[in-house]
Structure formats: structure tokens, C-alpha cells
């Protein structure tokens, strides 16, 4: 009797050891060929110029998708009913639910953020207070690279909640140069020693360059300079600029009273 319930539990561990075996074989393979299609299909998507974060975002996905079929076909292999495992996880799914809320939220922001396509790899944005350049849009958080050199990870719902300003949509950006002179200070003047430097000035483009007035007070009168430049040169125009209006008006004999120029934007 001892032998044979012995025999019995020999052959069932053979059984089963042997099933659970082929099913890890399985799960090894299996993630194995999702990495190789999710490399596949991003490359192929990148030959067709198809935008990186959209690239790296499917990626991911075919990873995640392939890992959650290959989990359940090892479960049917080992002899596991993956019909009473899916109702189990239906039955749990409240709290399941309650319990991944947040990451949920996470990953529905990130393919808001790949459908709606704010920015693209590369761009410089700034968002929830963060400034830099676009690296990557990962499932649950998106990655920038600050002026710095720093590494910026933010959370996805913290990006669809906020402003988004994107820097490098668009192929012009304006410069504005504050200028705060004496109250008697002759306007005239002004303009007709500054007009020349906005006519010559390097890097400057379409639409032409302007000089108003945008404050009048007891300190004095403000004149705001407008000029436009390429998106990739707006940072050396600015400051090419400020050099050449600097040089303008003391040949003038005007002093500018303040206050300092805004600092300089970041490059995108």
C-alpha cells in the first residue's frame, strides 16, 4: 500500500513538474520574442519617421500586452483553470481597482498624451513648473533632460493637469528688450539711435523689428524693443542684440535707468 501511494505521488510530481518546467520555458521565450517584436515594430515605426516618444510608448506596451498572454497561456499549460483565475481577479476587481487608482491614472494619462501629442521628442517644454527637453513617455511618467542637465521625471496626470508650453512648436520666437529711461529722457532720439542696430543686427528675421513705449510713471518711461529670430538662434540674437542697443545709446548719450533685462531663455 505504501508503495503504491508512493508510485502515485512519483508520477504525479512528474506530471506536474514536468508541465510547471514547460511553462517557465514558456514565460522565458515568450517575453523574450515580446521584447523582440516591441523592438521590431518601434524600428520599423522610427523608419518610417514616425515620432520616437510614439515609437518607445508602443514598445512598451507590445511588452506589457505579451507578458499578460504569455502569463496566462503558462497558467492553461501548468493545468491551472485560467477561467477560475479570471474570476477571481473579476470578483477582486473593486479592489484591484481601488487599490491601482492611481496607476491607472497614470497609464490613461499616457495615452492621452499620445493621442492628443503636445510635445514630441525633443521639444523643450515647460510643465508643472519643469523646464526642459522632451527624453521620453513612458506608460506611467514622462522623462526631461532641464537646461541643467538634470533628469526630470514627472508623473503623467501632473502633465495632462497642467499648462503645457511648448517652446520649439513653432519655427519663430519673439525677443522683447525692456528699456526704462529718465523721465526727460527725448524719445526721438532714442528711436532714431536704436532704428540702425534692428536694421542690422544679425539672426534677426520677418517680421521686422519695432520700438514702443509700454510705461509711463514717476520713475520714468519704458520702451519695450520687439524683434523676432529663428527658434535655434533666439538665445545668441537676444544677446547679440542687447549688445548692439547697449553700444547704440551710450554713442547717444543715454543711460538706460533699469530695470535688468529678464534672463535668457532656454535654447530649444
Not at 33 to 41: G, I, P
Not at 119 to 127: E, N, S
Request: aromatic share 4%; with cysteine.
Amino acid at each position: 500500500m505504501a508503495t503504491e501511494t508512493l508510485d502515485f505521488w512519483l508520477q504525479q510530481s512528474l506530471r506536474y513538474g514536468s508541465r510547471l518546467l514547460v511553462a517557465l520555458v514558456l514565460i522565458l521565450v515568450g517575453l523574450q520574442l515580446a521584447r523582440w517584436a516591441a523592438r521590431m515594430v518601434g524600428s520599423a515605426m522610427l523608419a518610417r519617421h514616425i515620432d520616437r516618444l510614439l515609437a518607445d510608448f508602443v514598445r512598451s506596451a507590445i511588452v506589457a500586452i505579451g507578458l499578460v498572454v504569455v502569463v496566462l497561456a503558462s497558467l492553461q499549460l501548468a493545468g491551472i483553470p485560467t477561467a477560475s483565475f479570471l474570476a477571481v481577479l473579476g470578483t477582486a476587481g473593486l479592489a484591484i481597482g481601488l487599490a491601482l487608482k492611481d496607476s491607472l491614472a497614470q497609464l490613461a494619462s499616457g495615452v492621452q498624451l499620445m493621442v492628443l501629442r503636445p510635445f514630441r521628442a525633443g521639444d523643450q517644454v515647460t510643465v508643472a513648473g519643469q523646464e526642459g527637453r522632451v527624453q521620453a513617455v513612458r506608460l506611467f511618467q514622462t522623462v526631461l533632460l532641464s537646461p541643467d542637465n538634470r533628469l526630470i521625471t514627472l508623473p503623467n496626470t501632473l502633465i495632462v493637469n497642467q499648462a503645457i508650453v511648448n517652446a520649439s512648436r513653432c519655427d519663430k520666437r519673439r525677443i522683447d528688450v525692456s528699456l526704462m529711461l529718465s523721465i526727460d529722457t527725448p524719445l526721438p532720439r532714442v528711436v532714431e539711435a536704436i532704428g540702425p542696430v534692428l536694421e542690422r543686427a544679425p539672426l534677426l528675421s520677418e517680421p521686422a523689428a519695432s520700438v514702443m513705449a509700454s510705461d509711463l510713471s514717476d520713475k520714468g518711461v519704458q520702451l519695450v524693443v520687439q524683434a523676432w529670430a529663428a527658434r535655434e538662434d533666439l538665445v545668441l540674437a537676444r544677446s547679440t542684440l542687447i549688445e548692439a542697443l547697449q553700444r547704440a545709446l551710450a554713442e547717444a548719450g543715454v543711460r538706460p535707468l533699469g530695470p535688468p533685462a529678464p534672463p535668457l531663455p532656454s535654447p530649444s
